[in-house]
Each structure stands twice: as structure tokens, then as C-alpha cells.
């Protein structure tokens, strides 16, 4: 037994290793995609050394490495501990990308699979959380290199949170929620009216308002349909366009 338990204390070969060293092994990691490897390596280079110059990039390489090896939280975490300990760092622009990749593509995997879903509980607030984080990239680093890819990915957004919403819409209004559904459509209408999804949103809300006994309000917004979208509906135009009515 004791023989057997000794084994657990087995001992670290990279005490006294200098931060160079430590950082050069994570590196090695890295390129190999050792991810939990690497993580131990840049924790104890910057436990070790936390005043030096290599404490800062092992945060992020931390950051990074969490977020390669699927620990989407522990990676927005480091993210964030970065954030409060170095304000006014170079490489902000690379942590607010970080963050906006991160929540991307989680939110991407939830609007794949959003048909299937109990939707009362679920809301959109990783696509909320890239788009502000991208958001922030594009106001505060407008000449950074990421810039480009943010604003791609910032109008995919705007397109996927009305979509997600509007998924939210169609689940209250076939269980008969209709107040709650014409509140959701209203908002991706107000939100988002450049996105895909308003066309949906509008008939969404006509319809809420035909089950609510709101006669006037659906056929207003039925000539708003049919004036913005023409294939939806035939109804004489109204006399306000879209986007006054709902700017």
C-alpha cells in the first residue's frame, strides 16, 4: 500500500525552470494540441513569475487553450480576469474577438437545434454576448485586424437573434400565449428591422392580434406585410411605410 501510494506525489520537474522555459514547453503543447497539458504549463508559469512579461501571455494562451479544448466558460472566465487586471492592454482588441468567437459559435450550435426545444426558458444571450463583444471590437479598435472578420460575423448575428426570437414567437402562439408571442414579433420588428426574419415577425403578430380580437391592429399590420413584402399578402397599402410605422 505504501508502495502504491507513493506514487502520487511524483515530482515536478519544472520546479525551477525560468519563465522562458515554461513558456517555450506550453508553446510545444499548443502547436501539438495538448490542450490540458499546455493549461498546466502557462498555470505554473504564471503563478511563478506573475510580475513578468510572460504572466500576461500565459493568460491569454490560457484563455485560448480552454476555449480549443471545448471549456467554453473556463475560457470566457480567463477572459475576463484579463479584462479587470489589464485595462488598458495592447492586445484588447484580441481578447473582445476572443470573446465574441467563444459565444459565437456557441450560439450557433443552440440556433441549429432551436425547432426541437422547450423554448419558454431559453433565451438568445450568447448571441447577445458575441454581439456585444464584437460590438465593442469594432468601437474601441477600429483599425485592429479583426475588425473585418467582427463585422461579418456582427451581421450574421443581427440576422440569427431576430431568427431566434422569432422562433420564441412561434412557440407562444401555438400554445395560445398570444399576448407573449405579439410582444416577441414586436420586438425583432423594432429590434431588427433590417433582418430576414421581420417578414415572419409581422405575420406572427397579425395573426397574435386576429387571436386577441384586435381587428384594426391586424389589418394594420397586415397592410404593412403585404406593402414591405409583397409575395406575403394582397391589401391595399397603407398610408405610413414600414419604417415609419415601426422606426
Known sequence: ???????????????????EKLYAEAREDLSGSNWPAAIKLLEKLESRHPFSRWAE?????????????NERVLALAALDRFLKLHPNHVALDYVYYMKGVINFNEQEGLLATLGGQDLTERDLQGARDAFDAFRTLIARFPDSRFVEDAEARLIYLLDAIASGEVAVAR????????????????????QFPQAKSVESALSILADSYDQLGLPELRDDTRRVLAQNFPAAATVSKPEKSWWQMWR
Do not use: E
Open 1 to 19: 500500500m505504501l508502495s502504491a501510494c507513493g506514487t502520487f506525489d511524483q515530482p515536478d520537474h519544472t520546479v525551477g525552470w525560468p519563465p
Open 171 to 190: 412557440y407562444y402562439f401555438k400554445r395560445g400565449a398570444y399576448v407573449a408571442a405579439a410582444n416577441r414579433a414586436q420586438g425583432v420588428i423594432r
Open 57 to 69: 501571455q500565459a493568460q491569454l494562451q490560457i484563455a485560448y487553450a480552454h476555449y480549443r479544448n
